[in-house]
């Protein structure tokens, strides 16, 4: 394996230490640390703006760390699916991958086999000869994909691959990735849904460039301070938010249960409210105290 | 199959309803006898695959376009100028002008609206939202363009409720915000609802399928499903499988043809019978813990959608 990125890398120890990526002096991310196995599915989630793409960009050493380090294998290692439209709208869908695998190196009969077997299993090759700008949301992130995985990366990094796009593609989206970490690929995903990033070996929740919280989402789950609650009514006290009709309250001292309220077992979902609803608070604190002082 | 939920209030006249709705464009038919009812109170969720029907099925609700076949009533008559008045509705592309500010954005809509405006209350002009909304008057001044994706859903949530609309249509209404935003827009959405609006909401998304009251699932054109979560899964089971390697029982897997979901170090293979998928393992070599277990709505929702609309 090639040594390149900032740091030393070898196979299966890809990932970032202390990452702080900024622009133009604003900061992106700020102080996040993510390992990233080799055949393993890792998500990184938050909402617009949480610092997703960065640390992403910063993954696949697109932009330079401002500061801490980034372990990634050689570029000629590194799969990227960039969170824009990902494939040439003039080309083909055959011709994208071609000019994309020649862009790595691959030529001949091994790049013909590998795009063909990449056709058949994203269900693309009756399209083969269709324009990158006549294809559905699903087909196209289906074809961006697949050029990402032509020369079997070692790094898989992939930004929202699943935005937009259906249940049906989606499905068959997480099929393809869940065959690559399982040949060996080390894959990082960005996700706005935490349903998906369930789906996940771990995941790392960003909060507007802050890491939030991180860890395999049984635990994250399990790791929920205080207790949960379900109610009809909107509860008079405790932190409550919807649940379709109903309201779920968190409190934090585990203190009597608001009227006609049940306990429950938190989900993910729960967990990232939680741990936002936490940080805020303790961020207001903070600003209080340094008023004070 | 298709489990219809009960109305809660029987009596009550719906604030849409299709009925047997089609719409043919030229030899193709988008939506196939479709019919939809959204009562007072009530967030109707309507999910399918791309090509399944549903955007072409809203723009019917809306009045964009008028059905081939078949009755859309809006409010208990033909969509027209009056009922859109009474209408909310937020697209996935929000629908504002990004180089106006806030404030010039919800004076806009809020002038189209109160051309001939009286809303459910018997008020004559829509509210001013940022009168009261603290948040929202804070970048009152500023350009749509310059906000974070989570402020401009709610400057355009605040633009389709100024006017207390009946019905509010929305696309998508909380994708890219993050969980505790989310929960926000809920709390707006459901605000709504309780204060007798219907809400009709199109979404991909499980944690947005989540939060309606009833589902109604589209593929090819026709509805398959419509009822709660709860009775569109049924009895529906999956195989769950647990191997000491899951790539291995991956492989094993998919050189039978099973298509099986990872999710963390287990994989689901919803379309396989428990024996079917123990003898790929077997074939593979892998040794694993095999069990069948209740489906989530996800599997539930492909299996109905199938790959007919997919892609």
Redesign the interface.
Known sequence: MNRGGSGPAATGSFGVDDLTVAYHGRVAVAGVDLEVPAGTVTAVVGGDGAGKTSLLRAMVGAVPPERGRVRRPSSTQIGYLSAGPGVWRDLTVAENLEFSGTAYGLGGRALRERADRLLARTGLAGAADRLGAQLSGGMRQKLALAMALLHEPALLVLDEPTTGVDPVSRAELWRLVAGAAAAGAAVVLATTYLDEAERAAWVLVLDQGDPLLGGVPDELVGGVPGMMFDSPSRPDRGASWRRGARWRTWSRDGGAAPPGARRVDPDLEDAVIVAALDRHARAAAGARDGRAA | MSATAPPREPRTPPLAEARAATMRFGALTAVDAVDLRVLPGE?VGL?????AGKTTLIRCVLGLIRVTEGEVLLFGEPPSRATRARLGYVPQGLGLYEDLTVAENLEFSGRAFALGHRDRDGGTAPADPLASDPELAAVGERTVGDL???QRRRVAFAAALAHRPDLLVLDEPT??????????L??TI?AAAESGAGVLVTT????EA????RLVVMADGRVVADGTMADIVGSRATVKVAAGR??DA??AL?DAGL???????TLRVPSAGRDEVATALRRGGVEAEVELVPATF?ET??AL???A???
């Open positions: 967030v999910l399918g695959a791309n090509g974070s994706l989570g994708s890219g915000v993050d969980p505790l935003g989310r929960a926000q809920w709390d459901r991909h998304h499980m944690r989540e939060q309606c009251d899951w790539e991956f492989a998919e298509a099986a979901a990872l999710v963390g170090r996800d929702f492909v959608a199938g790959r609309g997919g892609a």
